[in-house]
């Protein structure tokens, strides 16, 4: 606030000392959502409550920007991938290199390990 001569400024402090600092555009966004609340007259325990609210709803979207961050980015590693058109082996015998007939298996799990 300033001196009545208009120099110098003089600290005020809250009658309260248990509220917290605020910034000038904290205490001026607060009273403009209290004005809007409909209040003609501003006390320091409604600027206080809404200024309590107004950190509270900072706090939680950090939370959710972080939250977020973290599940695109553990995901990050994950690609999409797209399934190629499945195989299937040919039921009708082919002509090998020979000329003898090949027959593919229908299942894998006759297949010779080494």
């Known amino acids: 606030m300033l001196e009545p001569d208009g120099?110098?400024?003089?600290?005020?402090?809250?009658?309260?000392?248990?509220?917290p600092s605020v910034t000038l555009w904290e205490?001026?966004?607060?009273?403009?959502r209290v004005r809007e609340q409909g209040r003609s007259q501003v006390d320091e325990v409604a600027l206080f409550a809404v200024i309590g609210q107004m950190r509270q709803i900072v706090s939680c979207a950090q939370k959710e920007t972080r939250r977020a961050r973290r599940e695109r980015e553990r995901r990050g590693h994950?690609?999409?991938?797209?399934?190629?058109?499945?195989?299937?082996?040919?039921?009708?015998?082919?002509?090998?290199?020979?000329g003898e007939a090949v027959v593919f298996a229908d299942s894998f799990d006759d297949i010779e390990q080494w």
């Open 7 to 19: 120099r110098n400024y003089v600290e005020v402090p809250y009658r309260n000392l248990s509220n």
């Open 27 to 32: 205490h001026r966004q607060a009273l403009a």
């Open 78 to 98: 994950l690609k999409v991938r797209v399934q190629p058109e499945k195989l299937v082996p040919p039921r009708d015998p082919v002509a090998g290199e020979d």
